[in-house]
């Protein structure tokens, strides 16, 4: 029968203890908490936020500092869906940072893992919306960044412009700098959200301005047609057949017998007077 004694239990314990602080904890997508749920495994003092970080890899002031961060991103654009309540002002950025993604042997695949790792987060984290939600994965043992965007959100987020956001961020994650490299990529990410307000205001105010002159030139048009029946009048017409200038042509002859002097003379009778016609 095998004994295992409490002093090889400790080691054993102080042994993988070590491990962990050593080599970092490894987090597997169904596991890592929710920064909306789980409040006191996220470290924001229990507060609903944006940010979830475990594994301590910030220090308080940098997870209040970035969660500030992405409050303003939230409530400084405009909601893209069709439905939007109060609770779901505009484009939501969340932030997983974590020591280690678990690769579960698949090391070799790492950016696939972490990539699935972070679009998994991110549909579980905004299961309602349109898709204007972005996750970004951050890790701390080998020093990435990944970013999960939704479909809304992928309209201003192609690949290219991802890489672009990450590359800028590549020099402080190197030197493990990574609050800073999140705020990089967060400000990247705001951007270019703004971006797209600024152009969907632009063509709101080009709508406005040609519906307006299309109604200042209708009115303009109008006020001239009308002028210019009024200075125009519609003429009065006349008979042909009684006016003045044929009156007398118009007039009929009788034929008179006068027995006294058995003479015979032709009068003309007068037409009535000619009528106007409008």
């Known amino acids: 029968m095998l004994r295992v004694s409490f002093h090889q239990v400790l080691v054993s314990f102080s042994l993988t203890a070590l491990l962990v602080c050593v080599h970092g904890k490894e987090w597997n997508r169904y596991d890592y908490p929710d920064p909306q749920k789980d409040l006191v495994k996220c470290g924001l003092d229990g507060i609903p936020s944006w940010i979830c970080d475990p594994d301590n890899v910030l220090s308080e002031e940098q997870v209040s500092d970035v969660h500030s961060r992405l409050d303003e991103l939230n409530s400084g654009t405009r909601c893209l869906c069709s439905s939007c309540d109060a609770s779901y002002q505009g484009y939501k950025v969340a932030v997983a940072v974590m020591d280690k993604v678990s690769y579960n042997g698949a090391a070799e695949h790492l950016d696939l893992v972490a990539n699935n790792f972070a679009r998994y987060l991110r549909e579980r984290w905004f299961s309602s919306g349109c898709g204007d939600n972005v996750l970004v994965l951050v890790t701390k043992e080998t020093p990435q960044v990944y970013i999960s965007a939704g479909v809304a959100a992928r309209s201003k987020l192609p690949d290219s412009t991802v890489k672009s956001?990450?590359?800028?961020?590549?020099?402080?994650?190197?030197?493990?700098?990574?609050?800073?490299?999140?705020?990089?990529?967060?400000?990247?990410?705001?951007?270019?959200?703004?971006?797209?307000?600024?152009?969907?205001?632009?063509?709101?105010?080009?709508?406005?301005?040609?519906?307006?002159?299309?109604?200042?030139?209708?009115?303009?048009?109008?006020?001239?047609?009308?002028?210019?029946?009024?200075?125009?009048?519609?003429?009065?017409?006349?008979?042909?057949?009684?006016?003045?200038?044929?009156?007398?042509?118009?007039?009929?002859?009788?034929?008179?017998?006068?027995?006294?002097?058995?003479?015979?003379?032709?009068?003309?009778?007068?037409?009535?007077?000619?009528?106007?016609?409008?």
């Open 165 to 278: 956001i990450v590359s800028s961020a590549q020099a402080q994650l190197d030197s493990k700098d990574f609050e800073a490299a999140i705020l990089t990529v967060v400000n990247g990410v705001k951007s270019e959200f703004e971006d797209m307000d600024s152009t969907v205001l632009a063509i709101i105010i080009a709508a406005c301005v040609l519906g307006l002159l299309t109604v200042v030139l209708v009115s303009v048009l109008v006020c001239l047609k009308l002028r210019s029946m009024k200075e125009d009048p519609k003429p009065t017409f006349f008979r042909p057949d009684k006016t003045r200038e044929s009156h007398k042509s118009l007039a009929k002859s009788e034929t008179h017998y006068d027995p006294n002097t058995d003479n015979v003379y032709v009068s003309l009778r007068e037409p009535k007077t000619a009528e106007a016609v409008v």
